[in-house]
């Protein structure tokens, strides 16, 4: 007997749903004149934190990544010929693919390397030997590594730039890139320098910003932009939410910090829920407020957006997937787009 058909072949693919699509991103055009001066700043320049970034730097990046993503026709091939190292110690799903998508969609060839034991490091050579060998493999290197003090081993004798793709508990500056333009394809009056009081929004973070090196880096973009939270919340019930000074640095900018331990009496007042569970920490990773849930029975406010940067866990119910609510995926597709702006900006182009 012939068996039966799998009945999801019956169908067509699904519709785009609100969150795809030109509208957001050409709405976010608009609100931005453009100026190149920032983005020249940052030619041939690694980044391995998202304090290296200004405000002027986020709002023309954000402005590159909507018109990448409005109106692809338009998108020039820049990096034809250039080579990126890929260089992932610690697995991924959404940073090397779509770092590699958008360096594919720009033109350029890959070096993916998925093991370090298939390099010299499994012979013990140093990161700093093999960033020597790497300036002359390609133009540059996206690193993933465990440890917090890798990326600067490597640049220690890199010529070429490098850009930090997640190192252990520190920082993962180009997800708070991706979260920072989901925000502002949402709502786009966020990036004006006045924000009257009404426009403002009430932003809670479920995580702990000392440990989650996502927490850490969205931190840091968000204090660029003080006047646009009404107020940060921290959903937390572990012992060191901020590292040393890091609470201080924070409010210093005028952000508007508060530390929670209950979430569902916050979540009716939230415009964002930012959640995440996962703490990278040596070769293995640790999951931290595992307590803290959203589900479709969450008292979530109406119009309220859930970001996550994912791979998610038990936190964050599927259920919530096809509901209004569901920014995390949007996130996840604007990391191609804004990694397209940031690479194109690095790279020193003999023109
Ligand atoms: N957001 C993020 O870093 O996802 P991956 O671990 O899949 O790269």
Redesign the pocket.
């Known amino acids: 007997m012939v068996s039966p058909i799998n009945p999801l072949l019956k169908e067509p693919l699904p519709e785009k749903d609100a969150t795809e699509g030109i509208e957001r991103p050409l709405a976010l055009l608009k609100h931005i004149p453009e100026d190149p001066l920032p983005l020249i700043e940052l030619a041939n320049h690694s980044i391995v934190s998202a304090r290296q970034f200004t405000r002027e730097q986020i709002v023309q990046l954000s402005r590159v990544a909507a018109k990448h993503e409005a109106v692809p026709a338009q998108t020039r091939r820049p990096l034809v010929g250039k080579i990126l190292i890929s260089a992932f110690y610690e697995?991924?799903?959404?940073?090397?693919l779509s770092f590699e998508s958008a360096w594919h969609r720009l033109g350029g060839d890959i070096m993916s390397i998925t093991d370090p034991a298939t390099t010299g490091i499994a012979k013990g050579e140093s990161l700093s030997d093999v960033a020597e060998m790497l300036n002359n493999y390609g133009d540059l290197v996206v690193l993933r590594e465990s440890h917090n003090d890798a990326i600067y081993e490597m640049l220690k004798t890199l010529r070429i730039p490098i850009v930090n793709a997640?190192n252990g508990t520190d920082e993962?500056p180009t997800?708070a890139l991706a979260d920072i333009y989901t925000l502002f394809k949402w709502r786009p009056e966020l990036m004006s320098e006045i924000v009257p009081e009404e426009q403002r929004v009430t932003i809670g973070i479920i995580g702990m910003p000392s440990r989650m090196r996502t927490v850490r880096s969205l931190l840091y973009l968000l204090s660029l932009f003080p006047q646009s939270f009404k107020e940060v919340i921290i959903v937390c019930n572990e012992e060191n939410v901020f590292a040393e000074n890091q609470r201080e640095n924070l409010e210093v900018t005028g952000l508007k910090l508060r530390v929670v331990t209950e979430l569902n009496k916050e979540l009716p007042n939230l415009d964002v829920v930012y959640i995440n569970s996962i703490a990278w920490v040596g070769d293995s990773y640790e999951e931290l407020g595992k307590e803290f849930q959203l589900d479709a029975n969450s008292p979530l406010k109406k119009g309220a957006i859930i970001m996550h940067?994912?791979?998610r866990g038990e936190e964050l119910a599927t259920e919530l997937d096809d509901t209004p609510h569901n920014w995390y995926f949007a996130q996840a597709r604007s990391a191609v787009y804004i990694r397209m702006a940031l690479l194109t900006c690095l790279v020193q182009h003999n023109w």
């Open positions: 697995p991924s799903t959404r940073t090397r997640g993962h997800q940067p994912l791979a």
